[in-house]
């Protein structure tokens, strides 16, 4: 294994142990592809660098493999995410997280995971969505407290444009893969929020839960003032 102070040379992989200093972030690992054992490596390698290690888009068999190797690993089986945390990262300021619907609970569980994993807080609105608007109108008081929102939805996606409508403070929509025939798997929910009259949304991809929980926690830690 080769390591300079750039990265760790592993062959199969090259892991951007520099990221943290560069981002304030360690480098998260896509488990999805990946083997048991290409995975085992990968996190030794993490953990012997000292790094706190997250792994998105883990199934439960690939848990059960690597807690036998590393103590303290924990998975969020919702979200599909692993962490071991080595150096406990203090969590600030507040995210709100919504969902339209039950269904949008997985994604928006690993934007849930991703953002407290990176150092936010965070409060879950799950349920809220637009078919029954009175439930959403009776938490926004709670949810503009928050120092961003992540809105998740599927079907006709209109969840985050409303919540934009309603609010001063940063949205970041993402659409999900739930719904019937025509919602083409999230891009009819895609195409609802890129198009978006309400300003201050910015959208991800298709349930891309990571990325809105990486996004969201750097904008809630500059604004809490975390380094």
Do not use: W
Request: proline residues 2%.
């Amino acid at each position: 294994m080769d390591k300079n102070e750039k990265y760790i040379d592993l062959e199969f992989a090259k892991l951007d142990i520099d990221r943290f200093k560069r981002r304030g972030a360690s480098e998260a690992v896509f488990c999805e592809c990946k083997t048991n054992e290409q995975l085992e490596t990968i996190f030794t390698a993490f953990k012997n660098n000292n790094s706190n290690i997250i792994g998105t888009r883990a199934c439960i068999e690939q848990f059960e493999f690597l807690k036998n190797k590393f103590n303290n690993l924990e998975y969020n089986e919702a979200a599909r995410v692993i962490t071991l945390i080595q150096n406990p990262v203090e969590k600030v300021g507040e995210i709100a997280i919504c969902t339209g619907g039950t269904g949008d609970i997985p994604v928006a569980e690993e934007a849930r995971a991703v953002a407290e994993f990176f150092g936010s807080n965070t409060k879950k609105y799950y349920d809220i969505g637009v078919a029954g608007i009175h439930r959403l109108l009776s938490n926004i008081d709670e949810i503009k407290k928050a120092n961003v929102i992540i809105a998740v939805a599927g079907m006709e996606g209109a969840l985050g444009g409303i919540i934009a409508g309603l609010v001063d403070i940063p949205v970041i929509a993402v659409p999900t893969s739930v719904g019937y025939g025509s919602s083409f798997k999230g891009l009819s929910a895609l195409l609802t929020m890129l198009n978006s009259c309400a300003e201050g949304m910015t959208v991800v991809n298709i349930d891309n839960g990571f990325n809105a929980g990486y996004s969201a926690s750097q904008i809630n830690r500059k604004i809490s003032g975390a380094k």
